[in-house]
Every structure is written in C-alpha cells, then in structure tokens.
C-alpha cells in the first residue's frame, strides 16, 4: 500500500508539470500580443511595454516559465492586472465559497443518485426501475445553467422559500449566514452528477448481485434485505467511489455557470470575470488553482479506491 | 471488442470480412429498441438543421433576426409558436435556424477531437513504450482540468467564437477517445491473427488502419454519440456564458442567456431554448446507450 501511494505520488509529477505548462502557456497562446490587449485598444505604446515589463514578457520562454512556477509553488501568482491586488488574495477570498458548493453539490448528487440506483437496482425491469432511469437520462442531458433558472422561477412564482431567492443579491464573499439561500445553487450543481452516479449504481449493482456470493448468502437464507444492503451494496459502492471523486471535481469547474447564475462570488465568477476583462494573470491563477485541487483530489479517490479494493482482495 | 467481430465465422463462399461485420452491426443495431429511437430521433433533427430554414424561407415570412418592438415577449400564440423575445423575434423561428449550430458545435468538434485522440490512441495502444507513456501522460494533463474548465481556459485565449468553441470542445474530447481506443488497441494487438498477419509481411502502417481500426469501431462509435451529447452541452455553457457564437446569432445558449433577464415576466423565452438543448441531448444519450448494449454483449444484463 506504501509503495502503490508513493507510486502514485510520483505519477502526479509529471501531470503537475504538465498542467503548470499549459497554464503558462494561456498568455502565450493569445494570437497577438497579449501585453497590447491587455492594454486595451489606443494604449500608448510605453503603457504596452511597462505591462510586458510587468509580466516578465520580455525574457525568454523558459527564465519566464521558471519565474512562473517558483512562484507559483511559494504562493505567489502574480497580480490582477484589473484590480493590482494579489491573485492569491482574491483567490483566497474566494475558494472556500466555490470549495463549499461542489462539496454540498457533492453530498446532494451522492445521496440522491444512490437512493435512485440502489431502487432502481433491486427492483430492476419494473416500471419503477423504468422510470427512474428516465429521470436519470433526463438529469444527464439537461444543461444545468437552464435547470437553475427553472429553479428560480418555480421559486419565485410559487412563492416557496423566498428567502433561497435572497441569494440573487450579489455577496460581497462568501455564503449568506441562511442555510436556505444555498438549497438551489447546491440543486443546480448537484442534479446532473445524481444522475451519473444513479445510473453508476444501478450497473455495479446489478452487476454484483449477479455474481456467485450473492447466490451463497441467499441460500445461506439471509433476507433479501440484508443480502442487499449488507453483502452487494457494500462491494458495488466501490466503482462508484472512482465517480464522486471525478464529480465533485466536475462541481468545481461547473460551477463557473452555476455561480454566473445565481451571482455567487466563488472561484468560477472570478475566473469569467477575468477572462471577460482579459485579466490573464488571474485566468491562470484560478485555472491553476482549480485543476491542482483535482490533481489532489483524483489522487486520493484512487488511493482509497485501491484500499477499499484491497480489502475485498484479502476477504 | 467483442469476440464476435473478431472471430466472425468465416465460411467457404467468399465474403468481404469488413462487410460482413458492418452488416452485423447494422442489424444488431436495428434490435436495439434504444438505439433504433435515439438514431430516428438524430435523424429528424439533422433534417430539420438542413430543411427546416429552407421551408421557413419558402412558405413563410419569418425571419430569424427580424426585430418588432411592438411584439416583444409575448407568449406563445398561433402567430408565434414559442412566442417572442426581447426584441420581438420569433423565438420558433431562431430556434429552427439555431439548429443547424448546435449540431455543428456536437458533430464538428467531437469529430476534430474523436480523430486526434483515436490516431493518439491506436499509435500509444500499438506502439507501447516510450511513446505511449508520453501520450498517456499528454492525456492525463488535459483531464487534469475538471468539467468545462479546459474548454473554458481554451476559449479564454483564442477568444469567444462559434470556431473556437468547436476548437475548444473538441480538444475537451481528445482523451476520453484516446484513453479508450489505446484500451481496445492494447487487446486487439494480443490477437493471433495481427501476428499471422504482420508475419505475412504487412506494415505497421497497413495493420493499423486494415485490421485493428475497423476492431477498435464499436467503442469508437459509443464514444462518440455519448461525446456529441457532452459537446452540445458545453458548447452551450459557453455560449450562455457569452464565450460562444455571438449575437445576433440564434444559439440555443445565447439565447437562454439573453432570455436569462426575463424570467419573471417571459419565462418561455429561456425555457424552449433550453428545452431544445434537452431534447437533442437526449437523443445523443439514448442513442449512445442502445449502441452500447448492442455492440458491447457484456454491458448487456
């Protein structure tokens, strides 16, 4: 087990590399000069060489990449050319907000996608089974900026909860102190991964109470109540653990459009905002910062994927 | 990759083996109720994207862009089926215009990405070493970027443009096809009969594209639909957000957006766009579900 989380630390290297790269090369990347539309159009051609002095984009490629990514590992991202604060900074005072939404999200899709497919599993081809997965394919093809303002408008129109509705007012940062103006952006978010994770659990299901020891534990004359819940959900549960983590991934960068909905000041708002304003510096930063915590977070799912497995292995 | 197709019996009478096995799938396909429906359903829709503003045009005087400030959100009526928005545009009308977009974003861009990553794919699969470890861990990079923010970070450099959403959705679909065609590739290139055939001399070159591409079809294929409908979706994610086809365009995620202000009082000019972008997602999902059942027998329960 040390040995396969060493492994895996060490695979993370190059992809980590990989990803610091390809973040550095967004400002690279824009045809043009990054530094004149950065500038603006009808900027004075001394104003577009104290931002490419600024930026650093002056040396070459790889001094600039290496002042990059050594900053980048002691905290510093550079400055907002907007604001001229710290990217950090106002990563900073947002990450926890967008953290707080996929993990909510994450909580709403595990505990409804699991309820659907363990349903949909036992009681498969009846016309529950049926219907449930058509929700599902429902949920899986629904854009979910669209299924948010539906949510809106139910709300509003049918007067429920207004204060969920309270949560159209833009917030200097971070969530309101009212549990209730977090029910629909975690909605909004949360709905397309139950699906995946419904349909993820109804297979794996199935496919486990097919298998021999299922059969055993019948015969052994448990009830179908603890064959299910005790001997198959517990071994189906693990390929859908691989899930959750890809999805509350999944949330952190969805939640660009979510919280562009609902005027949610998280990582995603600031990250449209910039690329609106051509604020390259903070682009980078929050893709940076966003695709790193799914490094992470993917690495975790598959060390405990493989000890959860293992477990099974040694029984 | 199914034994089937690999093993399919040979008989005395001469037959052409990529025929034969196209025509399996074809009929395995037509059994497969879910298949059969999301495939009518593509079809409709790929007609009414090419007939439907020509009929438009022909029969009536709607006009995708023609403004009136007189009829601005009103509700549907016989006049304007799905009403109008803000400017007084048919809503019915851009959305038939619309279609055409929306199917170029899913097609165009899953077919850009699902070449580069099946070519990636089969040369990693087949080649192995070094060069797939390269690949693989090219690939790893780019699913390093959760959800939309791959493509969101590619239209943020190029700039928001139906063509760059395209660029952007289809490099967002390039290791999901690499991953799984390097997959089949690896079990395709343990069969004898690649080792029967590369010692009757065949090139890698010939091996590659006569004998493991039509064996690496069927996920290729499920890959795709189910990708078409991933594509459509974030084409529009971005379109919503501002990033994609710009107004005064009739994309479905521009027009939810610009619908986005009057939910209130015209809720039906963000609802029918969205219920379009539904549907059609649909029909990709329930398509790229039957196809699977029918050409991967182990799914099958």
């Known amino acids: 087990m040390t040995k396969y989380i060493i492994r895996r630390l060490l695979q993370t290297i190059p992809v980590l590399i990989g990803v610091t790269i390809l973040v550095f090369s967004l400002m690279h990347l824009v045809p043009g000069d990054a530094a004149k539309i950065i500038a603006g159009e009808g900027a004075s051609d001394q104003t577009v060489e104290n931002i490419r002095e600024r930026l650093g984009l002056n040396d070459p490629l790889y001094v600039q990449y290496g002042t990059f990514v050594g900053n980048a590992v002691q905290g510093d991202l550079g400055s907002s050319i907007r604001s001229g604060r710290p990217v950090m900074d106002e990563i900073g005072a947002r990450f926890w907000v967008t953290f707080e939404l996929a993990f909510y999200s994450t909580i709403v899709a595990v505990f409804l996608g699991l309820i659907a497919g363990i349903i949909s599993a036992v009681r498969h081809y009846t016309l529950t089974d049926v219907t449930v997965m058509i929700i599902a394919l429902f949920g899986l093809s629904m854009p979910n900026f669209w299924f948010g303002l539906l949510l809106i408008q139910w709300f509003a129109i049918g007067n429920w909860m207004p204060e969920s509705l309270e949560f159209l007012k833009m917030r200097p940062s971070g969530w309101g102190d009212d549990w209730r103006q977090v029910v629909l952006p975690v909605l909004t978010l949360g709905t397309g991964g139950a699906a995946i994770i419904a349909r993820m659990t109804r297979s794996s299901m199935l496919e486990v109470i097919g298998q021999d020891y299922i059969r055993t534990a019948r015969a052994k004359g448990l009830t179908e109540r603890i064959v299910v819940y005790r001997h198959a959900l517990k071994n189906a549960l693990i390929p859908v653990v691989t899930v959750v983590g890809l999805e509350f991934g999944g949330f952190l960068g969805g939640a660009v459009l979510t919280e562009t909905i609902f005027a949610i000041n998280g990582m995603g708002r600031l990250t449209i905002d910039a690329i609106r304003t051509r604020d390259f510096p903070m682009v980078q930063g929050t893709v940076l910062v966003i695709s790193v915590l799914f490094v992470v977070v993917n690495l975790l799912v598959d060390v405990s994927y493989r000890y959860l497995n293992k477990r099974i292995d040694l029984n | 990759m199914s034994e089937e197709t690999v093993n399919h019996p040979v008989t005395a009478k001469k037959v052409n083996p990529q025929l034969e096995s196209f025509k399996q799938f074809w009929r395995r396909l037509a059994k497969n109720r879910a298949a059969l429906i999301g495939g009518i359903m593509i079809l409709f829709f790929v007609i009414m994207a090419f007939l439907g503003p020509w009929i438009i045009s022909t029969f009536t005087d709607w006009e995708p862009n023609k403004t009136s400030v007189a009829n601005k959100l009103q509700g549907p009526s016989a006049e304007h ?221």
């Open chain 2, 81 to 301: 089926w799905f009403g109008t928005d803000s400017f007084g545009r048919d809503i019915f009308t851009r959305i038939v215009f619309g279609m055409k977009l929306t199917l170029y974003v899913g097609f165009l861009s899953v077919f850009v990405g699902g070449i580069v990553g099946v070519i990636l794919g089969i040369v990693s699969g087949y080649y192995g070493g070094k060069v797939d470890t390269i690949i693989m861990r090219l690939m790893d990079v780019l699913l390093a970027f959760p959800g939309i923010l791959l493509a969101l970070a590619i239209v943020a450099v190029l700039g928001g443009s139906l063509t760059n959403v395209i660029i952007a959705v289809g490099i967002f679909s390039v290791p999901a096809f690499a991953r799984i065609v390097r997959g089949s590739t690896l079990s395709v290139k343990k069969l004898e009969y690649i080792d029967a055939v590369r010692a009757l001399g065949a090139s890698d070159f010939r091996i590659i594209f006569k004998h493991i591409l039509p064996n690496v079809m069927s996920p290729i294929i499920v890959q795709a639909s189910l990708r078409i409908a991933t594509a459509i979706l974030t084409g529009a994610g971005l379109a919503f957000l501002g990033l994609g086809a710009q107004p005064p365009a009739p994309e479905w995620g521009a027009m939810l957006n610009e619908g986005r202000q009057y939910m209130y009082e015209a809720g039906h000019v963000a609802l029918f766009p969205g219920l379009m972008i539904v549907v059609v997602v649909l029909a990709f999902n329930i398509f790229g579900d039957g196809v699977r059942d029918a050409l991967d027998p182990k799914m099958k329960k």
